[in-house]
């Protein structure tokens, strides 16, 4: 017990000395995460001026953050600082209150908003499922503590009594990008497609993946065709079909005809929404969830494809497709809608901090 007192007591004094700066808090702060929100505010991107980036992270996360603390100590400019959590997890204690609940609560207090990136599969027992042959689990306590703060701030299925914590601050800001997304799914108690390919087409070889039209590809699985040439990019182009009325619509200022090309790269999607959600994008087909939105806090919304990565705004960045095929993200959004669209919805994340300034 006094060991806990004195975590907790750490913990306070690190937060409340974070906490006489605006704060926006970035779930798995890996080296290479940290450095993609500094590229995008420097390149003006992200507008994150004043804000200091606390990066939370679970103990027992598989992930090694020394490259991250390297990093947040060798540039203090950068305003960047990681915190950990300790409080033991279980996965069949994520949606009530637990061991990290006084951890999160002042995580919550001290901050603006939360982002949750892209990662591996989400581990099924936290939607009651059995594992799928294609689903691979690298890192669940990671898993274990973004679902179970995002429980916390927005409850769920699985507990109907569960008051949110967003109802004391309904224009916190609370995102997620791919995987980020997936989380906020299971944390409110929806499910997921396991595999997109097997699942919703029937398609069970990467050949026949290949085969499909561009706007039912999620991910460039011509890797696993041609594995005698290196390593190549695992992001695929295709569009978006945006929902009328949604933040996607009026926040971004896009007409629903919009179509943008946006980048995915993932094998599962949302099956069943959790509770609050309504959509506000699919994939052209209508077949894939691409983009949620609360249905109570403005502020609280993911999208499944990738606005984020570097090659989208820098002309430089090349990435292999194939063995004798190269491509630059930035080349194939340049023109029209689609980079218009990138630019948009990092303006409106950067609106959101700005306005909730002290």
Wanted: glycine share 6%.
């Amino acid at each position: 017990m006094k060991l806990r007192t004195l975590f907790f007591a750490l913990l306070s004094i690190s937060i409340t000395l974070i906490s006489a700066q605006d704060t926006l808090l970035l779930f798995h702060p890996t080296a290479y995460n940290l450095e993609l929100i500094e590229s995008l505010h420097q390149k003006d991107v992200f507008k994150l001026d004043a804000y200091h980036v606390l990066g939370v992270f679970h103990s027992r996360e598989a992930y090694n953050y020394e490259a991250a603390y390297k990093k947040a100590s060798e540039n203090p400019d950068a305003n960047f600082s990681l915190v950990e959590i300790k409080g033991e997890l279980q996965a069949g204690e994520l949606y009530e209150s637990n061991p990290c609940t006084d951890q999160f609560e002042q995580l919550f207090r001290i901050s603006k908003g939360a982002l949750f990136m892209g990662g591996p599969d989400i581990p099924p027992v936290l939607y009651n499922e059995a594992v799928h042959l294609l689903t691979q689990v690298s890192d669940p306590f990671r898993h274990y503590l973004e679902t179970s703060f995002i429980f916390h701030l927005l409850g769920g299925k699985q507990d109907g009594h569960w008051i949110p914590w967003l109802e004391s601050r309904q224009n916190y800001l609370l995102s997620g990008i791919c995987l980020g997304m997936q989380s906020m799914n299971v944390a409110t108690g929806g499910t997921m497609i396991q595999d997109i390919p097997t699942e919703v087409y029937g398609v069970w070889s990467a050949e026949d993946v290949l085969k499909m039209p561009a706007d039912q590809m999620h991910r460039n699985y011509m890797e696993m065709v041609e594995s005698d040439c290196g390593s190549y990019t695992s992001y695929h182009f295709h569009h978006l079909s945006l929902e009328k009325g949604s933040f996607l619509q009026k926040d971004l200022k896009f007409k629903n005809k919009t179509a943008p090309l946006v980048l995915s790269s993932h094998h599962q999607a949302i099956e069943i929404p959790g509770k609050g959600w309504k959509i506000s994008a699919s994939s052209m087909d209508g077949k894939i969830i691409e983009a949620i939105e609360h249905e109570l806090y403005p502020h609280v919304f993911g999208v499944q494809f990738h606005p984020e990565k570097p090659g989208l705004f820098d002309p430089e960045i090349i990435h292999p497709l194939s063995c004798d095929k190269q491509i630059s993200f930035h080349e194939e959004i340049k023109d029209g809608d689609s980079f218009t669209f990138h630019k948009a919805y990092w303006d409106y994340l950067g609106r959101i901090l700005q306005k909730a300034r002290k």
